[in-house]
């Protein structure tokens, strides 16, 4: 494994509601190393996607170290930390979040039009990506036009497309069929091992879990297993 990509010391996460303070990290401790596959499971409320959007730099803690590419998030300005979002970290979320008025194309494209990068190299790589999902023949129909399996590698294309250090996966098999979740699980195996990106997932799913090499369980809040899972 390569150098250390994420790390969390002693990170508490606490919400208010209606005055009630709810916990929902107490103290995390995690390290992730570039090129890992890793997913993050537990009960719902254990912290699983907390965890993912404080490393995501999409939500803040309320104390502790974080981490990323050896930057400490709380140092950075909002202006450094969409810069990170956009440069570094891709996003696979559970409900595809892609744009419905936008072609899979346009939506694989997206980032890389707000990096500013010139039309032909941006065509060459949305392309080369939508080719290596197996959505080449579908970049022009929007998402209403797409089943649930396929706006998800078209969300795989628009996380990698942008060569991130770091892709954060939550739940990203949840509404898709046995078999569908089988085959985005291949896809992002060839990414992480063909194109050295490291995955965090979270996820309730038992193929994920399987199919990662390394294993964390999250129990009200804190990291109880960590397993190593030789394929």
Known sequence: MGSLIVRMKDVIKTYQLDGVSIPALRGLNLEVSAGEFTAIS?????????????IGALDT???GIVEVEGKDLSS?????LAKMR????????QAYNLIPVLTAYE?????????GMPLMQRREKVQAILEEVGMADMMDRRPD????????????????VAEPALVLADEPTANVDSKTADSLLDL???????HG???VFSTHDPRVMNRSDRLLVLRDGVITEDILQKK
């Open 86 to 93: 956009m440069n570094r970290i891709g996003f696979i979320f």
């Open 145 to 160: 036009q797409l089943s649930g399996g396929q706006q998800q590698r078209i969300a795989i294309a628009r996380a990698v």
């Open 197 to 199: 990106v490291t995955f």
């Open 61 to 63: 803690p309320t104390s």
């Open 188 to 194: 992002m195996e060839h990414m992480n091992k063909t």
């Open 107 to 115: 939506n694989a494209e997206f980032v890389l039009v707000l990096r």
């Open 76 to 80: 950075l300005s909002k202006t450094e």
């Open 42 to 54: 537990g009960p719902s409320g254990s912290g699983k996607t907390t965890a993912l959007n404080i």
